[in-house]
């Protein structure tokens, strides 16, 4: 019996062609629509995580302090409140999986006959694991480079591409300043930041290096940030308090009326709330794409309405000779749903084409995840089914002899 009702649903269908097409556009551009708008905001997501990640999980940074000179404050930073041996104590707290002193500063770069301004980082050992920044070439930064301040220097992408262009630099001389240091290695990919800086336009030396060679600072072991990884997020708010208590308890700030002398930051707070306001973006975008989808399910109910009027003597006829009223509100419910899943299937394609045409032509990433397609096509068939149920019931609560008198 169903089977029979759903062959002359496709028949009905078919009957009116330009119609039921004309019908299914509401769908189509709906879910089209739904689908684009999701895969849109959930590329945007996976863009921020992958930033945010990009900078290591887990992640503290710990900043210098600022100068307030005559009421004029000077930045975070630009006051010496920071040594290396702040962080050899921060690396020996429970929960901390490594820590790594910071020394940057912007520095002409020269290799043969080509230079490159970018910036170096003096840092120690620690540094790549508390960055998941593996070396793509050469080796790794060790302990004993930093103990020895050794002329080492590590390229980032960037850094050594246009220094080098395609050669392979490791074991080759260059000039950081006017002191000579020789590549030991060649950094992974990291990509953007969070604020757009390429992080592969860097170069790493050890921090006693660049305090030796490179910054000229009167104050020797000062660094200017400190940057610590934990071993888990869910550890990471205590961790933050015993990070604070120890800065305090080392720089003598034992009065609990006195301000912190340095700037700390939690980086899992920040890539919560990056990943929240994505999150925000995808289900505005998916709210507002859903209005095409509820005018497509009006236009469904608007033929319906039409249809019925249509077909009345032909329910009165299907009343007389015994259909019950449940058949034909199943019968015209069934149209509704065909001609709802149908656009919606044409959606999908449509919504995951115009997806990939996003992505090609404007360089942005899209992603249509499985669940999307799977809501999407979940929410067509609800429209349907729910758009077209007012219809067949109206249909199905026709009077046989006044239909069959209808003309």
Not at 55 to 73: D, E, K, P, W, Y
Not at 107 to 120: E, H
Not at 161 to 172: K, N, Q, T, W
Request: hydrophobic share 50%; charged share 15%; with cysteine.
């Amino acid at each position: 019996m169903f089977w029979a009702m759903l062959l002359e649903a496709f028949r009905a269908i078919g009957a009116n062609r330009l119609r039921s097409c004309l019908t299914m556009l509401g769908m189509v551009i709906g879910v089209a629509a739904v689908v684009l708008m999701l895969a849109v905001g959930e590329g945007a997501r996976v863009t921020v995580k992958k930033q945010v990640d990009a900078l290591g999980t887990n992640i503290f940074i710990v900043l210098a302090g600022f100068q307030n000179t005559s009421g004029v404050r000077s930045g975070s930073g630009s006051r010496h409140t920071l040594n290396a041996t702040d962080a050899q104590a921060l690396a020996e707290l429970p929960g901390v999986t490594g820590a790594s002193p910071v020394v940057n500063s912007y520095i002409q770069l020269v290799a043969g006959g080509r230079n490159w301004n970018t910036m170096v980082m003096g840092v120690n050992e620690q540094y790549s694991q508390v960055r998941s920044w593996e070396t793509a070439s050469g080796r790794p930064m060790d302990a004993l480079d930093v103990q020895s301040a050794s002329r080492s220097v590590w390229l980032g992408q960037t850094t050594a591409r246009e220094l080098f262009g395609a050669e392979d630099p490791v074991g080759r001389t260059l000039r950081l300043g006017a002191a000579p240091f020789t590549v030991e290695g060649v950094l992974a990919v990291k990509g953007q930041s969070l604020d757009g800086r390429d992080q592969d336009d860097t170069a790493l030396t050890p921090y006693t290096s660049s305090q030796r060679y490179l910054s000229g600072s009167p104050f020797r072991g000062m660094v200017r940030m400190i940057m610590l990884q934990a071993e888990s997020a869910e550890i990471m708010p205590a961790l933050e308090e015993d990070i604070r208590a120890l800065l305090r308890e080392r720089h003598r700030l034992v009065d609990p009326s006195q301000d912190d002398d340095f700037f700390l930051n939690n980086l899992s707070a920040v890539m919560a709330s990056a990943e929240a306001t994505a999150a925000a973006m995808t289900l505005l975008l998916g709210a507002i794409a859903s209005v095409s989808l509820a005018v497509g399910g009006i236009g469904i109910m608007n033929i319906m309405l039409v249809s019925v009027t249509e077909r009345t003597r032909e329910i009165g006829v299907r009343l007389a000779i015994g259909a019950r009223r449940r058949d034909i509100l199943t019968q015209f419910v069934l149209e509704a749903m065909l001609v709802s899943l149908t656009g919606g299937l044409l959606g999908l394609l449509l919504g995951a084409g115009g997806a990939w045409l996003v992505a090609a032509v404007w360089r942005t990433s899209t992603v249509v995840a499985p669940s999307s397609l799977l809501l999407s096509f979940t929410v067509s068939a609800g429209i349907g089914l729910f758009f077209g149920f007012y219809p067949a019931w109206k249909a199905a609560r026709q009077n046989p002899i006044e239909a069959l008198r209808f003309q």
